[in-house]
């Protein structure tokens, strides 16, 4: 009886996943992503502002001369307890991302504001609304080693379709997102559920002069988390991260464990796996100390992709670092003036 939600999630977590294929942005570690995952986690934390990080270094590499994928990703979240009712607050946000990926450069990244409304439900539940807006660049760092058919096709001649590239392009990102976080039986064990529409304005890219552009699809984002409190020591986390971008699907189970190594100094220790099914195993470790968090993801890579990276498959790294902090209203009581007695 004991481990039957643990059960019941696991099932949840392998329930449709027949067939992925790698795309768009991704991470091994989206819980260092809250805000790139969803806009509906702005504000969700037990805190007053968040601040963090993610740097993720792709297959060092796959032409072996150094990287040419890379990903930053940085954000900060404040909670403000403003609403319609007392025990309601909205969450306000501040989402940077920088991409950079393949031997011509392409580099997608911008500033994107974020927020969110959360609605107070009984039990220690909650439902968020939140959403997105900002612009996003698009650019190319070496356009001379961009290669096309018409150049193949005619390589004295040169491609013709090279003089057409572009060095910019921009578009407008606007996206919306649910979240619902609560309490499950007496250890109050945690459950989250969330899902994203980003893009949903469909913009139009065109790297291309001439061109009629590339319609941007919607990238739809689902995500599931239960905090299971084992003991009082020993917490288990599975998770499940499902994307999909028109005719592809990506979906990553996950399982992390925590443990309590010291009380004093809120020390915990944090491990666990996972598997971009039919692409990469995964491995994370990483150290809570008080209220910050680190850790370490490797992606080694599983799929065909990995004959032509070097050294011998290795797939991705990434460091991830979040704090989470508190605003204390230090209290200002009204000095008391005593009469001297005559």
Known sequence: MKLKLLVAFGLLLWSGADRIIAQD??????????????????????????????????????????????????YIDATFP???????????????????????????????????????????????????????????????????????????????????????????????????????????????????????????????????GNKLGTLLTAQAGMDYHLNEKVDVRPMLWIRNLKTFTTVVPQCMVSYLFNVEKGIRLNGGLGYRIGDAAQVMLGMDIKKIRFQVGYDQTLSSLSSSQSPGGFGAIEFGIMYVGTVTKKPNPKPKVFCPRF
């Open 25 to 74: 942005i991704h991470f091994t570690q989206f819980e260092f992503s809250p805000l790139h995952v969803n806009p509906a986690n702005v504000g969700g934390f037990n805190g007053s502002y968040r601040i963090g990080g993610i740097f993720r270094d792709q297959a060092a590499s796959i032409t072996g001369l150094g990287s040419e994928f890379r990903t930053l990703n940085f």
């Open 82 to 212: 403003w609403g319609f009712r007392k025990k309601d607050w909205v969450g306000f946000g501040m989402n940077f991302l920088q991409d950079r990926s393949g031997a011509i450069g392409l580099g997608t990244g911008g500033f994107i504001a974020q927020a969110s409304y959360h609605l107070a439900l009984a039990k220690g539940s909650d439902i968020s609304l939140g959403a997105q807006y900002g612009g996003v660049n698009m650019n190319i760092k070496n356009k001379d080693k961009a290669i096309f058919e018409s150049g193949i096709n005619n390589p004295g001649g040169g491609s013709a379709d090279l003089g057409k590239l572009q060095d910019k392009a921009n578009y407008t990102d606007i996206s919306i997102g649910l979240a619902y976080n609560t309490s499950i039986s007496a250890k109050k064990h945690g459950l989250k559920i969330g899902f994203n529409a980003g893009r949903v304005n469909n913009p139009t890219v065109n790297l291309s002069s001439g061109g009629s």
